[in-house]
């Protein structure tokens, strides 16, 4: 019929008509975001032997949970210590190797948030060294700077032809000296809204948002949680929320139709119930499923998740076995009951 069609406009001189375009598909794609990178002493002796001493490899500590991780379409850590050149300290002020950057993209993370309440733990110098290592090792990072320039700067990924902003804040310090006011971002909505919608004019479809917040060794959310979600869910600048720093799993929920995962646990550390709770050698890699149809706003559409659990004393990240203590507190905590959608250990 198209051929007839195209030998009549010939005859008569017309313009072959042209084809019709082909309707856009939805693009459908998955975001994986994990718990603290939190490296103790004892975590960095390990990397260090596996580096048969002469560096530190993380990325051992990571494989079996690596293809949960690299099959994401875009995967966020959280490195909660800096990443400082000489040697290594843990708590209470960390030192942690730049080597952790390069095991960090080993494994299939794309950008990691730095803000936290141990930004400052090696001053201005630390922030730096952090930022260096993991753009040398090809990871973007987000929630400290290097300058006033750098802290306007937005980091924008792109995940199959859709832009994805990612943005990192802290709503708990340690109470050290701040060099400059772009060093750390902090948890205020104000900010917050502020450099989503930046982000929003400079062509991000979706922004996430990592936060820093909740009380340490706490499942509960903490009203200051619920609020601050409340308050950035509200404007249509904000798509997704997830966060750490209490070092146990909290929920996960919708706020306003959009996704919370409020803590995703330790995924690494050298805590156990001895030092701290029951719950600290948990974690979860929260895997959001979002879709991106044709002048529509991106929607997450499910939300599922990993239990993880944090095996001594090699430090091995192991997917939690079903039924496990492990993981029979994540499903509790984290949730899968209806009227939360969807939200289930994959």
Known sequence: MRELVTWLAALLGLAAPAPAAAPERPVRFTVAASGDLLIHAPVAQRALALGAGGRYDFAPMFTPVRRRIARADLA?????????????????????????????????????STASNHSLDA?????????????????????????????????????????????????????Q???????????????????????????????????????????????????????LTRSPAVDAIVGQHAHVVQPIRRVRGKPVVFGEGNLISNQTPACCAAGVQDGLIALIDFVARPGRRVRARRIRYVPTWVRHPDFAVLPAAPGSPSWNRTVSVAGRRPRIGPVTPR
């Open 76 to 112: 966020l850590c959280h490195v909660e210590t800096p990443l400082v050149p000489g040697a290594v300290q843990g708590y209470p002020s960390f030192r942690t190797p730049p080597d952790l950057a390069r095991s960090i993209r080993r494994i299939g993370w794309d950008a990691c």
């Open 177 to 231: 000296t701040v060099p400059h006011p772009w060093t750390v971002n902090w948890a205020s909505p104000r900010l917050i809204l502020r450099d989503a919608r930046r982000a929003r004019r400079r062509g991000a479809r979706l922004v996430v948002v990592n936060l820093h917040w909740g009380a340490e060794y706490v499942h509960s959310v903490t009203p200051a949680q619920r609020a601050l979600a409340r308050r």
């Open 123 to 175: 001053g201005e110098y630390g922030v730096g060294t952090s930022l260096r290592a993991l753009r040398g090792a090809g990871v973007k990072a987000t929630g400290t700077a290097r300058s006033a320039r750098a802290r306007r700067r937005t980091t924008m990924l792109r995940v199959r032809g859709v832009r994805v902003a990612f943005l990192s804040y802290t709503a708990v310090s340690n109470g």
